[in-house]
């Protein structure tokens, strides 16, 4: 099972969105769809996806979070065509850097969807890759600079995880400090990442609107993930948690998957305004309210 899933917060077009994904890409498919209702948020839908080979989670949560491009979602692609057609097929929203040659890749581009979403479609050439889609986060304001250090501290969290390459801005790359991370890579948990630093004056950072979801078998595990994760408490709820980065994490018992896809609505009702009171998930706690006791 795939450990670390993007979960992507929408108003209300989770739906609308992942269809439009799933139809895009190669090896990709609707996996389930189902609703929540009495949240904070009414009812919620929810979508879990396999987008090329890669599991994702797609939410219409309401109005509250807006995606930024502090994550964006890297497409190694083939060949100039498939980098054209995916932009035809994704492209809805404002170009951060238009479709055109650059110095690292022969057919680039960085757009928007229509959802508000980013992607960074690139034509990898003779560059190997082993996996289709890398969700990319950039760190700007006051966490520019700490992307290796971020890095770090992710692959020292997860089993099976590795740092990759790092690639740094020089001298006259201002207002980019020398030695600041342009691009860099890690393998978590046998998923690949990318980040990089960026000192111009975005305006933006990390929020709620992508968060990853990060599946433990048991109590020990969501214990420690949450402990050496969490750095604001007043962010924790539900599950979510900020680091010291202000990326979010959810830290989620593998079993409450089939306690909400059990069909029995009463139950999954229960396990629902259960951990709607919880901050850290409490597995024993959400199995004594799935079956009534």
């Known amino acids: 099972m795939q450990k670390i899933v993007p979960h992507l917060w929408y108003d209300r077009e989770a739906g609308e969105a992942g269809e439009l ?17 009495d949240t904070p948020s009414g009812t919620v839908e929810l979508l879990t996806i396999q987008l090329a080979g890669q599991r994702m989670m797609l939410m219409s949560g309401g109005p509250y979070f807006k995606f930024t491009p502090a994550v964006s979602f890297l497409v190694a692609c083939d060949s100039n065509e498939e980098v054209d057609r995916l932009y035809t097929g994704l492209h809805g929203g404002p170009v951060l850097m238009p479709l055109d040659r650059y110095p690292f890749s022969e057919r680039y581009a960085w757009i928007q969807d229509r959802f508000g979403l980013n992607w960074q479609l690139m034509r990898m050439g003779d560059i190997p890759y082993e996996q289709k889609i890398t969700p990319t986060l950039m760190f700007t304001g006051a966490v520019c600079g700490q992307a290796e250090e971020a890095l770090k501290q992710y692959a020292g969290l997860f089993a099976g995880s590795r740092l990759g390459s790092m690639t740094r801005y020089g001298d006259g790359e201002a207002p980019d400090a020398p030695g600041a991370v342009k691009h860099g890579s890690v393998t978590l948990a046998g998923q690949q990442f990318a980040a990089m630093d960026s000192a111009y004056d975005h305006g933006f950072t990390f929020n709620e609107a992508i968060s990853f979801m990060v599946y433990c078998d048991d109590q020990a595990e969501i214990d420690r993930y949450c402990n050496a994760l969490s750095a604001r408490p007043d962010a924790e709820q539900c599950g979510w948690l900020k680091d010291r980065y202000g990326v979010s994490w959810q830290i989620v018992p593998t079993v409450l998957d089939s306690m909400m896809a059990s069909g029995d609505s009463a139950a999954t009702g229960r396990v629902t305004q259960a951990f709607l009171k919880m901050k850290k998930f409490d597995i024993a706690e959400l199995a004594r309210a799935f079956e009534g006791a």
């Open 21 to 37: 994904y799933t139809s895009l890409f190669a090896d990709s498919a609707i996996l389930s769809r189902s609703t929540i209702g």
